[in-house]
């Protein structure tokens, strides 16, 4: 069975600095892994995906990720984070009949 | 580019009332799922639908039921209503004949049950 486990659940950081929000996958077929943001009271919203081919991913609002597939994992980095990005990152995993499973989330707190 | 939709956005509800959720995904789009975040939870993968039948069953209680109906919108229905069913609900679509099945989610539905 897939699963995800992010391994922090809060990440706070001062504007400008960089940042890497960890994800690890457990998947015993082939793996399609996705980063989404979720903005307080508000949806989830894709961020970058990596379903095939080139193992660094670039996403939306300067984010990107890479796949390692020997650490079985899909770290999330941006080499310098604004006050806007202060949210709350999922990392997820497609399961069986393509539904998502979501890690626990981890919370971005940029401070000025 | 038109987005998935969801009503209403927010519900408070009575323990033991009934609620139903709409879903209205994008144009095109053949599959739907129900996911349920509750307070401080990441989101769990309830029901989905494929062309009008449900494809796969997550972790949804009997009290709750779901359809896709002929115009591909799907309702989830909901009796005997909990405190612990409070939660925002999220609904997804995606095209998988001839799409890469990306999940396009829609603002959710917060529910709250008093």
């Known amino acids: 069975a897939q699963s995800v486990t992010q391994l922090d659940s809060q990440v706070p950081v001062f504007e400008e600095a960089p940042v890497e929000l960890r994800c690890n996958y457990s998947s015993s077929v082939s793996v399609y892994l996705f980063w989404y943001v979720q903005y307080p009271n508000q949806g989830l919203q894709l961020l970058l995906k990596y379903l095939s081919g080139s193992t660094l991913v670039k996403g939306i609002n300067g984010f990107e990720a890479e796949f390692n597939k020997s650490q079985t994992s899909f770290h999330l980095r941006k080499p310098s984070v604004h006050i806007s990005d202060t949210a709350e990152y999922f990392c997820a995993v497609r399961g069986g009949y393509n539904k998502l499973i979501f890690g626990a989330g981890t919370r971005l707190a940029v401070h000025p | 580019a038109a987005g998935v939709i969801q009503s209403p956005r927010h519900l408070i509800k009575e323990k033991r009332e009934t609620a139903t959720l709409k879903c209205y995904p994008i144009?095109?789009?053949?599959?739907v799922y129900w996911y349920q975040q509750g307070p401080g939870q990441d989101p769990q993968f309830l029901i989905s639908?494929?062309?009008?039948?449900?494809?796969d069953k997550g972790s949804i209680p009997d009290r709750f039921s779901a359809q896709q109906f002929s115009d591909y919108h799907s309702e989830l229905n909901m009796s005997s209503l909990e405190l612990g069913d409070s939660a925002l609900y999220f609904c997804?679509?995606?095209?998988?004949?001839?799409?890469?099945?990306?999940?396009?989610f829609g603002p959710g539905t917060r529910l709250t049950v008093l």
């Open positions: 997804a679509s995606s095209l998988e004949q001839g799409g890469d099945n990306e999940q396009f």
């Open positions: 144009p095109r789009h053949d599959t």
């Open positions: 639908f494929y062309e009008k039948m449900q494809s």
